[in-house]
């Protein structure tokens, strides 16, 4: 798995009241009280909806969530869902459905909804929780029933084990949705303190983390649905980010096969079966973009031997062909060193890193531009030595790429010149150059990875000698 670890959001129960009062009968434990408001489940095995009658699909123009009745008229469910579409007349709610299509499917328009005034602030997913009124009513029967809010916090106990996650989203994170199929998943608490050690990444007041040992977790299109402990509802599953392994990193997209990364992204695991790809995504909240597994990952063989980060790159070749789009292109790499000249400028670094060496990762697709720096004054500025495979770009302190930007690509006039490497003593820091990996000096090691790849892991027999010039003709990489 490589989501380890689900944000929960926590909810004030002044805003769900406020909305929920006088428009429907509502459970008698709603108090003042924080109560914790935890998309297919990851890892889990099948279960009916009968069992847990309470969950409900909220659609979304196209895209799927998870939901929970709380009263005859109202369905809880992430802020986050309504991200990329505020227009009730593209969503709808199906109940009483093993499957999107299920015999007997009921499906309710919206009549209003409300999101969270405190959403996103502090922090990106903070107060991630939305309630929905549906015009109509619930009719309430062995598939549609009303969920119980948990009154206390006695159940955030480290390790606590009877945590149940519901929903019809991924078994695997480069998998692919089975709406017909309702599945379950049991995962432990994870304490405050462990869950930032693990992610790197500081919670706000209102989060909690569970985890399911790598080996079960929710997944894309489980958003907005319930967790459950002793048939109580202490949460909506809010996000997850995508890691290798707790590593996020950017990448350059080389082919519909193949994919560039920095080699320290694979520093702390090498199991391609806990890495995946996702491309054509302009947020880390948007779930649309096209996954990809990796069936072979390869880090140059000189990185890190001659200097610290030498040689930081990195080949993803793909499970599938990824389909290029207006948001999904492979990049051009520049076909020569005209661009390594002192204080040359329009150096396009993009990510979603982190925007402050200590701040939190950016929700959506960031750029910058930055200056060339020559390689005796960033050695000189930076204080080490540097391999012929780096060089140096500067925002002047103000501007930087950061944690999370790595293997990011850097594009000079339309052409790919670089990939996010490393900094030295933080981001946008005052006379402190940041290193990149020069892909113009690396372009014959990744041209023989690519071909590499091709004869020994594309062309089995010879009777495949059209497929071999076909994929050759895929992976073919402008400028070399």
Request: charged residues 20%; aromatic residues 10%; contains cysteine.
């Amino acid at each position: 798995m490589i989501v380890v670890f689900t944000l929960i959001m926590v909810l004030k129960l002044e805003f769900a009241y406020a909305h929920l009062k006088n428009l429907g009968p509502v459970y008698t434990n709603w108090t003042s009280e924080e109560v914790m408001v935890f998309s297919m489940v990851a890892g889990g095995s099948r279960t009916k909806l009968s069992k847990y009658p309470f969950n409900v699909k909220v659609l979304n123009f196209g895209s799927l969530c998870g939901g929970s009745i709380i009263t005859v008229k109202h369905v809880l469910t992430a802020a986050h869902c309504f991200e990329y579409n505020d227009h009730i007349g593209d969503m709808q709610v199906i109940s009483n459905s093993e499957g999107v299509f299920s015999v007997g499917a009921i499906f309710h328009d919206i009549w209003d909804f409300k999101i969270h005034e405190g959403y996103g602030v502090g922090s990106t997913f903070a107060n991630d929780v939305a309630v929905l009124i549906i015009h109509g009513q619930f009719t309430y029967g062995p598939k549609v029933k009303k969920a119980i809010l948990v009154h206390h916090p006695h159940w955030m106990t480290e390790n606590e084990t009877t945590f149940i996650v519901t929903g019809w989203g991924e078994t695997e994170n480069a998998g692919e949705n089975n709406y017909q199929i309702m599945r379950e998943a049991e995962l432990r608490y994870i304490s405050r303190e462990n869950c930032v050690k693990m992610i790197h990444t500081e919670l706000t007041p209102d989060m909690f983390c569970l985890f399911g040992d790598g080996i079960k977790d929710t997944g894309r299109g489980d958003s907005g649905g319930g967790v459950l402990w002793n048939d109580q509802i202490v949460g909506i599953t809010s996000h997850a980010r995508f890691y290798n392994d707790a590593a996020m990193c950017a990448g350059a997209i080389l082919s519909s096969y193949s994919v560039l990364t920095s080699a320290h992204c694979l520093d702390h695991n090498d199991d391609i079966n806990l890495m995946a790809v996702v491309v054509g995504s302009q947020s880390l909240t948007d779930y649309r973009g096209q996954w990809a597994g990796i069936v072979k990952s390869v880090v140059h063989e000189e990185y890190n031997i001659s200097v610290q980060f030498s040689c930081d790159v990195a080949v993803l070749f793909l499970s599938q062909k990824l389909e290029f789009s207006k948001t999904v292109q492979r990049v051009v790499i520049a076909h020569n060193n005209d661009w390594m000249k002192h204080q040359q400028d329009d150096f396009l670094v993009s990510g979603w890193g982190r925007t402050s060496y200590n701040g939190d990762v950016s929700p959506v697709l960031l750029m910058t531009k930055l200056h060339y720096i020559d390689r005796e004054k960033c050695e000189r500025l930076n204080g080490i030595k540097l391999s012929p495979d780096i060089f140096c770009l500067y925002g002047s302190g103000k501007s930087d790429a950061c944690k999370g930007d790595s293997g990011g690509g850097v594009m000079w006039k339309g052409m790919l010149v670089g990939l996010t490497s490393h900094g030295n003593g933080g981001c946008s820091v005052i006379d402190k150059p940041t290193m990149f990996a020069n892909i113009w000096y690396l372009r014959n090691w990744i041209e023989k990875q690519v071909n590499e790849f091709v004869r020994s892991d594309c062309v089995n027999t010879s009777s495949e000698k059209h497929m071999k010039l076909k994929i050759k003709k895929l992976i073919r990489i402008k400028g070399f």
